[in-house]
T-cell receptor, first 113, second 114 residues
Framework: DSGVTQTPKHLITATGQRVTLRCSPR?????VYWYQQSLDQGLQFLIQ???????AKGNILERFSAQQFPDLHSELNLSSLELGDSALYFC????????????FGSGTRLTVV | AQSVTQPDIHITVSEGASLELRCNYS??????LFWYVQSPGQGLQLLLK??????LVQGIKGFEAEFKRSQSSFNLRKPSVHWSDAAEYFC????????????FGTGTRLTIIP
């Protein structure tokens, strides 16, 4: 157990639908990062939150959004889903502003049918 | 362009043999360097990291990596691999300036043969 909890582990949904992925960071970590892993794109950074505020954006589609709540858990919302959104979505957390060992959750496997 | 490269997509080694996985980066200054391992169906586990100091870094599971500034490389090594080392290995960097997002290489899949 890495200390980073992601739910659900698996999600199957239809095109056009909306889903929410949840991440609870390791205790004491203020930063949360979301990554998408697919066969054709590899591991792509989506977005980072630090202590409730957005700090960096990567290759995140406009159909996707995220937020970090006061208790530091984060949610990634994916809407108007397309087949190409099928991927493994990882959340990672780190202690603060300086790079440290980012701790990854076990991921949510999203399948869009 | 700033990037991290893993030249080998797939490597096969015999159990007990030595291993070296290559990683090169292209940044104006030395980035923070990491190696992660991903077993099938699992998340990413940190093997080791380099920020500064001693260029030979020891990690978990018997892995080590050597930072070579002149070659812009951070290669991962293990003297003797075990069947359980079969996995996907990712080199990753965080630039020394700017935001702290981790940028991954494309990964190297390691297969171990008996």
């Amino acid at each position: 157990d890495s200390g980073v909890t992601q739910t659900p582990k698996h999600l199957i949904t239809a095109t056009g639908q909306r889903v929410t992925l949840r991440c609870s960071p390791r205790s004491g970590d203020l930063s949360v990062y979301w990554y998408q892993q697919s066969l054709d794109q590899g591991l792509q950074f989506l977005i980072q939150y630090y202590n409730g505020e957005e700090r960096a954006k990567g290759n995140i589609l406009e159909r996707f959004s995220a937020q970090q709540f006061p208790d530091l858990h984060s949610e990634l919302n994916l809407s108007s889903l397309e087949l190409g959104d099928s991927a493994l979505y990882f959340c990672a957390s780190s202690a603060g502003r300086l790079p440290d060992g980012y701790t990854f959750g076990s991921g949510t496997r999203l399948t869009v049918v | 362009a700033q990037s991290v490269t893993q030249p080998d997509i797939h490597i096969t080694v015999s159990e007990g043999a030595s291993l070296e996985l290559r990683c090169n980066y292209s940044y104006g200054a030395t980035p923070y360097l990491f190696w992660y391992v991903q077993s099938p169906g699992q998340g990413l586990q940190l093997l080791l990291k380099y920020f500064s100091g001693d260029t030979l870094v020891q990690g978990i599971k018997g892995f080590e990596a050597e930072f070579k500034r002149s070659q812009s490389s951070f290669n991962l090594r293990k003297p003797s691999v075990h069947w359980s080392d079969a996995a996907e290995y990712f080199c990753a960097v965080v630039p020394p300036f700017g935001n702290e997002k981790l940028t991954f290489g494309t990964g190297t899949r390691l297969t171990i043969i008996p």
